[in-house]
């Protein structure tokens, strides 16, 4: 992709409203979403239309998130949030949807298999509209990032925007694992958008009395045990958590407001620090 065809392109949004329900991967309650189009320049904005939201409308930006534990949680500052929005964000980031007015009866997204591929089979369903502005982007102009030796994530010049992360679990079931993706076409789709969240048996219950993890489940994660994923169906890419922690990056990073026209680097990193990185970026004049 050139730089001419990256001016030319204009920004997109849904043709029509399109609805689910599942259940809230942290919360374990049961909501129903519904995406819809939005003006040019509108963005990806949140709307709680419950009673216990009131009617409270959150801009999906880095500047609005509340809670990086576990999940993206987004908040409008008055105590209504909407949590693990990572995942549908990484969607709109991976079609290109620019303005989305996103409608949701509780706090947090329904997880559905734990991956994107819900979210971009309805949007599809939805059906894509061009519209007439010229679409935004962020350029990188210089090196930068935030971290330390154990855990560390940075954005570098490049004339694509593209994804590298490396992890390492002492879990024999994970170990190391290591990826690069260049964000191009159809690449999210094929390569990212069906891997699914992860986490280990033996911190379930500790999470549920922390109160996360309240509707996880074998059909909406992969969950590994003491040296085996336990799931039956096993992984859909043998790399499937390398590829899970790409697609939460592209989610969080998505909250810029705009598609970042650089290189990501990821290492053992999370929600927490690619939101660091987002707040560094704009704090650099």
């Not at 990826?179 to 390569?191: G, T």
């Amino acid at each position: 992709m050139n730089d001419r065809t990256l001016v030319a392109a204009r920004q997109k949004t849904l043709k029509t409203r399109i609805s689910c329900s599942g259940i809230g991967l942290h919360s374990g309650r049961r909501v129903t979403l519904t995406i819809g189009p939005a003006a040019i320049d509108s963005g990806i904005q949140f709307r709680r239309v419950d009673p216990a939201g009131l009617g409270a409308t959150i801009p999906a930006r880095w500047d609005h998130v509340v809670d990086t534990k576990l999940c993206t949680v987004i908040g409008d500052g008055e105590g209504v949030v909407v949590g693990t929005v990572e995942h549908l964000m990484a969607a709109f980031s991976g079609l290109s949807i620019d303005n989305a007015m996103i409608e949701i009866d509780g706090p947090e997204i329904p997880i559905m298999d734990g991956s994107a591929d819900a979210f971009v089979f309805l949007i599809e369903c939805a059906g894509i509209a061009e519209q007439s502005a010229a679409r935004r982007r962020i350029r990188i102009l210089k090196h930068l990032s935030v971290g330390d030796e154990r855990a560390n994530v940075a954005l570098t010049p490049a004339p694509f925007a593209s994804l590298d992360f490396a992890l390492d679990f002492p879990n024999p079931a994970i170990g190391r694992q290591e990826k690069s993706v260049r964000l191009e076409e159809d690449a999210f789709k094929r390569e990212l958008s069906r891997a699914r969240t992860f986490g280990f048996a033996d911190e379930v219950e500790l999470l549920r009395k922390a109160g996360l993890a309240r509707g996880g489940s074998l059909d909406n994660a992969i969950v590994i045990g003491t040296d085996r994923v336990l799931n039956r169906e096993g992984l859909r890419y043998g790399d499937e958590f390398v590829r899970h922690k790409m697609l939460d990056a592209m989610g969080d990073l998505y909250l810029a407001g705009a598609p970042i026209e650089g290189r990501f680097w990821g290492a053992r990193s999370g929600h927490a620090l690619n939101n660091r990185l987002l707040k560094a970026l704009f704090a650099d004049t």
